[in-house]
């Protein structure tokens, strides 16, 4: 496989503030590779530097394995940038917004027609090629932000926060839109706070906390590297110590925390955990309600590496 | 109603650049004041710039002669003398060449030149040609140039009595600085108005807000008291404003009687002001569209009107169409209470242009309402 | 190339600026004509003066003045229509403002007028060159030189000649127009304000996207400053084409240079918004602000609100006429079309080019020192 990013010791500092703290990533073709991280721990910055849009203080940016420069223009027109803000133009239509993005990558303007045409297709825009974006609906808009950063079919695809402030359903077409451009070929990397998009499009994974990788691999491999495998969350309206006791005492389980009638129960990967707690309870005669058992998620790899909420921060 | 009020205060800053503006004029205009005429002849006189390179008895003979009544200028530059005429800074130029009087004497044509752009000063010529022919005709009776010269003075001292019928107070451009507060009020408190009135009316008939305001516990009534209000006490503001700042700084340009005509007449325009400021506030949209309307409003109407420049030098054409204009009509009081002298013959004539004025804002917020109404069934 | 004709689409769609660079100038000029059109016309023009003569006398001499006066001519139109009546009648005619004035003929010859004014001096120097012609006639006939003194009046000797106003355009209002040629030009700078919008990554989301593409820089900026010039030009064309074809304004003579110098106005206007867009590019609305405010009052030292205004700067403070960008637009127009004097406006047009210069050097300078400061301090995410 092919790298086609490929980022080394990369420190960028805001005065006195590290924003990128000696960050090494490499993506590799054909991947989704996705940037989690809370707001402001670094990922904008990250693709900002990538995109040589700011410049850095130290380490090495290479992309298609050409150092990455401002006036690296070749480099430049096989990337494809959706950015985080919708970036278009008010006084140009849909069509006239995408066909002047589009231009700035392809000359040529019969074949400029055809992926501009291709792209209003791909976001499934036809029937408000002729609207100006004060028109469209927020979702629409997100769309067309998109088609904007894809028309000129590039090779690498940088999402930075494409769905924020978006409709669920919306949300789910513009991931359904990147899995799509993904299998046609491109690589795409993904930033975005919400670990569950995340989770569901990524193949591969870097979490960024205070500028810091704080880990990488696929959602697998993260999972894995915690201790957690399972968290059981029972509703307990009346429960002894000596119950609680037993419960941490049971093979398994790591923590058991009991808060308003609701017992949470964290435990290493196995397969009978629930039954083995819900035994115990009815064992002991402790009356229950409710029961959920979840997987881990990357919350809970986020929570157990930096020790606190990934989703505190969103909002 | 202090939603409607704060609205307003918003307005405020760019509103006060008109108050500055219109400060400025009124400065500018003090000095513009057109002074007292007697009931005398006075000439006109012109500038008349001379350029003398004879420097002889006859050539500054003519030059006395000239200035008798005019105001001469032998100092200037005459490099620039196309732009001095051009911008009215000389009215009529004469070029003596050197040798002129020699010339003169031996009966040569020429020798000296006059210029100007205007047409009415052509009987400047007639009065030069006029004084060659007494010099000549003094030469005739045998007289030395000298002495010719001097008898063509002491004649011309001879003049013709002169009895003035009317005496105006001042002409066109020659009014009191009371005047001008007056009648650039006829500009400011549209401008004004619909500065600060017109975002306060989009605001509050905007549907939503409209639609919202009708959920709440406010019945339509109060809400209409409160609007009402609010356009009342900004209105009057800026009115008194506008008065007392006029009346401080030229109280001794009118009389009691004046003074209260020229109340009542802003006060009647004043209503039409706040009518062309609601209805333009309900029937433009956006704060910059409401801008550029402002602009072509209570610019185009002041222009039209004779506001700016005085409806006598405006075309025909203008002055018919701008009787269609409230400020026309505003214009003419104005006008009446200071050209005419005597306002107790025209007092009929006042009242029936007020009546016009009320008219135009009847019919004004007749149409506001309407509008309104349409708003609301939509 | 697409990236200049989709600049000149956009800036064109621009409303708050169509409306400021073109709408409001046309108005503005129309406004101009309306109020202007006829001042020079009635303080400078020629009209045929209405008198009465009262002739009750019924003397030889009387008619012979009538006559006098009936026979003068300006330009081939009569400086008089005569009106003669009786005394009674003409006070009638002239309070009526019927007549300017009535020559009361008799023992003591009499002019009434009805107010002070230039045709009231008219009658009255004629009819004081009648009673001192008489006069002189009188003591010629008292020292029996009648003969001597009648061929002298006699001689049709015209000594004073005529010299021509150089000028092409008699109507000093056009400097009105001239001025507002210059705001209309000057306004291009919202253009250029506009377009360093979109200079720096940290202005606006657009700006940065623009940046990730693999675009020159140099280009993209001269593009962008094409497309606005190219909009500024129209516009020059547009008012020049509403001035001389719908309002007809005397604008002069009108030759290739003014066209060539309509470029030079719309670059210099589109170069004084990137003027204060590099310089303070912090808050777009201040400079939006200080913007218009410098040009308003450039606007007002170049005569848009005062026509002489460049007169009056030129004989107190000459210095500002050479520096004011609304003056030079202005004074160059007039140069070239009015006066028809090439040296002037040559100078007047380099003037302009080392403006450009010197507004391109600063707001290069500017940009450079805020995009360093900007990869130092970075953008607020």
Known sequence: MNTVVKIENLVKRYKELVAVDHMNLSIEQGEIFGLLGPNGSGKSTIINCLLSLTNYDKGEITVFGEKMRADNYSVKGRIGVVLQNVAVFDELTVYENIDYFCGLYVKDKAKRKELVQEAIAFVGLEEFVKFYPKKLSGGLLRRLNIACGIAHKPELIIFDEPTVAVDPQSRNKILEGIQELNRQGATIIYTSHYMEEVEQICSRIAIIDKGQLVATGTKEELKSMIQTGETIRVEVPEMTSEVLFGLEKLSHVLSVEYNDGLATIKCSGGRHNVLHVLEFLNNTETSFGRVFAEQPTLNDVFLEITGKELRDEVQ | MKAVLKVAKKALPSASIYFGIFCAIMFVFTFFAGKDQEKNFQATELTIYVDDADDSVLSRTLIEYLGSENKITTEFDKEMVSEYLFNGYTDYVLYFEEGFEAGFFAGKEGGIERQSIRANVAFVDQKIEMFFRYVRAELALGKNMEDACGAVLKNCEKQAKVGVVSVSKGGIMGMVPGYYLLSYLAYILPAVLIMILGPMMHAFYKKDVKMRTDCGMVSVRKQNLAVVAGVAIVASVVWALLMVLGALVYHKDFTVGTFLCGMLNSLLFLLVSIGIAVLSGVLVKGVDALNGANNLISMGMAFTCGVFVPADFLPEGVNKFAEFLPASWYMKNVRMLFEEGEMVDNMRKFFENCGVIAIFSVAIFCVFLVVVKRKRVA | ?381
């Open chain 3, 1 to 381: 190339m697409i990236y200049y004709m989709y600049r000149v689409k956009r800036l064109l769609r621009n409303k708050t600026l169509f409306f400021w660079t073109i709408l409001f100038p046309l108005g503005l000029a129309t406004l101009f004509k309306f109020a202007f059109s006829s001042i020079t016309e009635k303080t400078w023009g020629f009209d045929t003066i209405p008198v009465a003569v009262t002739t009750e006398s019924g003397v030889a001499a009387e008619a012979m003045f009538v006559e006098f006066l009936e026979g003068m001519e300006n330009d081939g139109a009569a400086f008089f229509s005569v009106t003669e009546t009786d005394k009674d009648n003409a006070e009638k005619l002239l309070s009526e403002k019927e007549v300017t004035a009535v020559i009361v003929l008799g023992e003591e010859t009499e002019v009434l007028i009805y107010e002070n004014g230039l045709n009231a001096t008219v009658v009255k120097t004629v009819v004081d060159n009648y009673l001192q012609s008489r006069d002189i006639f009188m003591e010629a006939a008292m020292t029996g030189r009648l003969a001597e003194v009648t061929e002298s009046f006699a001689d049709e000797t015209e000594t004073l000649a005529v010299r021509e106003f150089e000028g092409a355009s008699k109507d000093p209002m056009i400097q009105y127009f001239q001025a507002l040629v210059a705001m209309a030009s000057l306004y291009g700078a919202m253009y250029g304000l506009l377009n360093t919008g979109e200079m720096n990554q940290n202005q606006t989301v657009v700006a940065a996207r623009r940046l990730a593409a693999p675009m020159k820089k140099l280009p993209t900026v001269l593009a962008d400053v094409a497309a606005a010039c190219t909009i500024q030009y129209l516009q020059f064309l547009l008012i020049l084409a509403y001035y001389l074809l719908v309002l007809k304004v005397d604008f002069g003579r009108v030759n290739g240079w003014l066209f060539v110098a309509g470029a030079l106005y719309s670059l210099f206007g589109v170069l004084i918004g990137y003027f204060f867009g590099c310089v303070l590019q912090k808050e777009k609305g201040i400079a939006d602000s200080v913007m218009t405010g410098c040009i308003m009052f450039s606007c007002f030292l170049g005569g848009l609100m005062v026509g002489n205004m460049r007169m009056i700067l030129e004989t107190s403070a000459p210095i500002v006429n050479r520096i004011n960008p609304a003056t030079l637009i202005a004074e160059s127009m007039h140069a070239l079309c009015v006066i028809g004097d090439m040296g002037w406006f040559a100078r007047c047009m380099i003037s302009i080019v080392l403006w450009c210069i010197l507004l391109i050097i600063v707001s290069v300078v500017a940009l450079g020192y805020h995009q360093r400061k900007i990869g130092r301090e970075g953008k607020k995410a």
